[in-house]
């Protein structure tokens, strides 16, 4: 199916220039520094801001889903743990899913996946920073299958992260150690090697 059929699609606030740091006012802006496709939100740096203009903010509720639409990636994260008044920069498309047989967060890990990634980079405006218009993302197919598949493929999603972070804790450590031996070897110092752990 087309994203257009499973989801509302709508632009982030129309802030002009830089959005205004104002704080106490209750009112947040989610940015492109606050994102990451690894972490989602980063609500610690979301800054409070004042809104200009007439128009109705379209406040973020959890469950929204924001999509990069310019930058040197195009991916989507989930909103969740919002908390008062809540608007997006101008640099992303909201989803919203309108669709009860598609959960949001199957939706974000099939946008960030390579088949759909693929469609972004040979459809993207722009070398460096690449941007993708609202057509490009309407028409983007996606896979529907049934809500137990979806949990299963999440589920072994979340695993395959956490397998992904205990190996790059387990690299880390290793390169410390080797950088410890090797830094002792110039100092002239014999280190017991035999039953060394990572």
Request: glycine share 8%; proline share 5%; hydrophobic share 40%.
């Amino acid at each position: 199916m087309k994203l257009a059929e499973l989801t509302t699609i709508s632009a982030g606030h129309p802030f002009r220039g830089k959005i205004p740091e104002k704080s106490g006012s209750g009112i947040r802006a989610v940015q492109m520094k606050d994102i990451s496709i690894d972490q989602g939100v980063c609500w610690d740096s979301v800054i409070e801001t004042e809104l200009a203009g007439k128009k109705q903010p379209d406040w973020l509720i959890n469950g929204d889903i924001l999509f990069a639409a310019r930058g040197s990636r195009n991916y989507a994260v989930l909103i969740n743990q919002v908390t008062g008044q809540v608007v997006s920069a101008p640099h992303f498309y909201i989803l919203r899913v309108n669709e009860s047989s598609l959960m949001p967060e199957f939706l974000v890990w099939q946008l960030n996946q390579k088949p759909l990634q693929n469609y972004f980079d040979k459809l993207a405006q722009g070398k460096l920073t690449k941007s993708i218009t609202r057509s490009m993302l309407e028409h983007a197919e996606i896979t529907v299958p049934p809500l137990e598949k979806q949990t299963q493929i999440l589920g072994l999603h979340k695993t395959l992260l956490q397998e992904k972070k205990l190996y790059a804790v387990l690299g880390s450590n290793a390169d410390k150690l080797m950088n410890s031996i090797a830094n002792e070897l110039v100092a002239g110092k014999t280190l017991p090697l035999k039953g060394m752990k990572i």
